[in-house]
């Protein structure tokens, strides 16, 4: 293995052991990992040039339980901000942002266009105690095409429910993190349906996303939705709704689960 990853990281070997060894270290579920999978899902991260702090939240190393072998596996996922910082990486955006949208704000939505008017509480403390009604994404591009897509809760929750079997039983990250998985949700989907330029490396994180890699060739084994075989599927696959409806019996994610994300990565000039 010190060799595989010489011959994978150069110089940059000593950093990963570092920063993985650190991660593993705090988070005794990622002990029990099996080792390979956990080695490959940071790898993959580190590929992406995504730093794999969980205060950060731009990419995760996920425990799950395979209870048809009876192991422990880490899974890769990338954060809302990591979708962020692989857009902002191209060089075409001028900024991308997404937010939660409180009770009172949204004051219409245009049926042809399905854009929304918003209406923001400018007082910070009255606005967190309003209810949180849905998600607004949006994202400029340097010559001057722009993008929103507003999500309601309910379509959210929704779409939680239909694509993620552990939501559908009420556990894993929608149930935990559903904040984070909504402003994903709209990211990904957005950019995508938005005639977003994808690059290579956001390919890459859409195809390797919430897999379990297993090998030194990068076969995945995808936990609770059905992914694209190829990078060059990824387009499909968010046409697709970013998911399946087949039912994943025999593998549980483990309780622990990322932190949130905190505020996202603003690429404003």
Not at 40 to 48: D, G, R, S, V
Not at 218 to 234: F, H, L, V
Request: glycine share 8%; hydrophobic share 35%.
């Amino acid at each position: 293995m010190q060799a595989y990853l010489q011959n994978v990281l150069g110089e940059k070997k000593a950093e990963f052991v570092n920063n993985i060894t650190a991660l593993v270290s705090n988070n005794a579920q990622l002990q029990e990992c099996e080792p390979k999978t956990l080695l490959f899902a940071a790898l993959k991260a580190t590929a992406l040039d995504l730093p794999l702090d969980p205060n950060l939240g731009f990419a995760h190393v996920i425990p799950f339980k395979n209870n048809k072998i009876g192991i422990t596996e880490a899974q890769f996922q990338i954060g809302y901000k990591g979708i962020a910082q692989l857009s902002i990486r191209s060089g075409q955006f001028k900024t991308i942002n997404v937010t939660d949208v409180r009770d009172g704000e949204l004051k219409g939505r245009d049926r042809r266009t399905g854009y929304v008017t918003i209406e923001w509480i400018e007082d910070e403390k009255k606005r967190n105690d309003a209810k949180v009604i849905g998600y607004l994404g949006y994202f400029k591009l340097l010559n001057g095409y722009e993008k929103e897509s507003y999500w309601s809760l309910e379509e959210l929750d929704k779409h939680g429910v239909q694509y993620s079997q552990t939501y559908k039983k009420g556990y894993g990250v929608w149930k935990d993190n559903f904040d984070a998985m909504a402003k994903k949700t709209v990211l990904k989907l957005m950019l995508n349906k938005g005639d977003a330029p994808m690059s290579v490396q956001m390919q890459q994180a859409i195809k390797y996303d919430q897999s379990v890699i297993i090998d030194e060739q990068g076969t995945a084994r995808y936990i609770d939705n059905q992914k694209p075989d190829s990078a060059d599927q990824a387009s499909q696959f968010l046409d697709n709704e970013a998911g399946s409806k087949k039912e994943v019996k025999d593998i549980e994610p483990d309780p622990a689960e990322p932190q949130d994300c905190g505020n996202l990565f603003d690429g404003k000039e």
